[in-house]
């Protein structure tokens, strides 16, 4: 029944979508589909909040649950109801890091700011050359999508010059408006990098205090899921093996991307394995933590912020490269931290890091990927949506 109502629902906006009047006062944000409140539609709007602006605008929140705290003057709607297509007609702006659904159209008079989600490693969109998604295998409908989509959007923010390039082909964006102004979700890692606020922030988040931070934080597999765009933790990491040979100096934070819904009893691992989901925003995550691990994700490109020690665990580096997505980059040859392809050898690793040695290579990655960043991408991106709704 649900289903249906929701069909009927998007017939009537598509019907009716042209006709209603757009409102340029009416700022949409969303992330992650509506997962949760996190990413650069948080950072954008937070700081809109700072500057008072959410008193000037009507600010809404697309969210699939609206009981989520969101700070600030704002209307909460839940996503693919009645009053999420109704903003979606009204809105005057809307600041999304996601694509958005075939149904979802935009009109003329409405900005549409794309902040994606990060700085690509892994073959994106129309560069991928073959795909095992949830066991879908049409890589050209699933180009066909993307083209219809990227369409749509006004304007999209880069993190670095290396993804401004890359973003041109993989989402056909090639002489289009490219803001090239760094994340504003990486604001908060130059702005509150200090002892009192990773203090604040382990607090908040129920962490020990006494005891050095592991932040795990892997990408999600294609092939792996437990039904359509539900995947499955994929991680070959013997925690077993860890909390014998690291727990008396270490915790593990364990985060799971968005796409990732597996339910995993990690009861065993008490008081050395902490856990947070999709609706935890990773930047806390990344202060209160001493080192990163991670294998592919574009958090190595947001954590190298931060100058901490990184170690890419990338058990199934030939099969990710090869068969999965392919990489926009010599991936062995220039991540500033070592790469290991068991627990054994990762936990050696962490054990014998000396940071002295990784420096030159920490400072050309940092040159590459982090130019931009300087703690005021949001106040970029909310000057071009003023210029817009004067």
């Not at 002489?175 to 990773?198: A, F, H, S, T, W």
């Amino acid at each position: 029944m649900k289903q249906r109502i929701k069909n009927l629902t998007v017939i009537l906006y598509k019907l009716l979508y042209r006709f209603v009047p757009t409102n340029k006062n009416i700022i949409i944000f969303q992330s992650n589909n509506g997962r949760n409140y996190t990413g650069n539609p948080r950072y954008i709007y937070e700081e809109m909040v700072r500057q008072k602006l959410d008193k000037k605008y009507k600010c809404i929140w697309f969210l699939l649950d609206t009981s989520i705290r969101i700070p600030g003057r704002c209307k909460k709607v839940r996503n693919n109801y009645l009053l999420y297509f109704w903003y979606l007609m009204r809105g005057g702006v809307w600041v999304f890091d996601s694509r958005q659904p075939l149904y979802v159209k935009k009109k003329k008079q409405t900005l549409y700011i794309q902040t994606w989600h990060g700085t690509p490693l892994k073959k994106l969109a129309l560069d991928m050359e073959h795909m095992d998604i949830s066991g879908d295998t049409d890589i050209h409908e699933y180009h066909r999508q993307f083209f219809v989509t990227c369409k749509e959007w006004d304007y999209l923010i880069s993190q670095n010059q290396f993804s401004t390039e890359i973003f041109k082909s993989c989402f056909a964006f090639k002489n289009r408006p490219i803001l090239q102004v760094g994340y504003p979700r990486n604001d908060i890692l130059i702005r509150k990098n200090r002892k009192d606020k990773i203090e604040q922030y382990k607090k908040k988040l129920k962490l020990p205090m006494d005891k050095k931070i592991i932040l795990y934080a892997p990408t999600w597999r294609d092939n792996e899921y437990s039904e359509a765009g539900k995947y499955k933790f994929a991680s070959k990491l013997d925690f077993d093996l860890a909390k014998e040979a690291l727990s008396d100096e270490y915790i593990f934070i364990v985060k799971y991307h968005y796409l990732v819904s597996d339910q995993i009893d990690w009861t065993p691992y008490k008081g050395f394995v902490y856990t947070f989901d999709e609706t935890k925003d990773i930047a806390w995550l990344y202060l209160v933590s001493d080192i990163l691990i991670t294998d592919y994700s574009s958090v190595m490109f947001d954590y190298s912020l931060l100058h901490r020690p990184m170690f890419f665990f990338a058990y199934d580096l030939e099969n990710y490269k090869e068969n999965l997505r392919g990489f926009y980059f010599d991936f062995e040859a220039e991540v500033p931290g070592p790469i290991s392809q068991d627990t054994r050898q990762l936990i050696c690793d962490i054990k014998n890091y000396k940071a002295e040695e990784w420096e030159e290579k920490y400072k050309v990655y940092h040159e590459k990927f982090n130019h931009v960043d300087d703690g005021h991408a949001s106040e970029k991106v909310i000057d071009v949506i003023k210029k817009h709704t004067v």
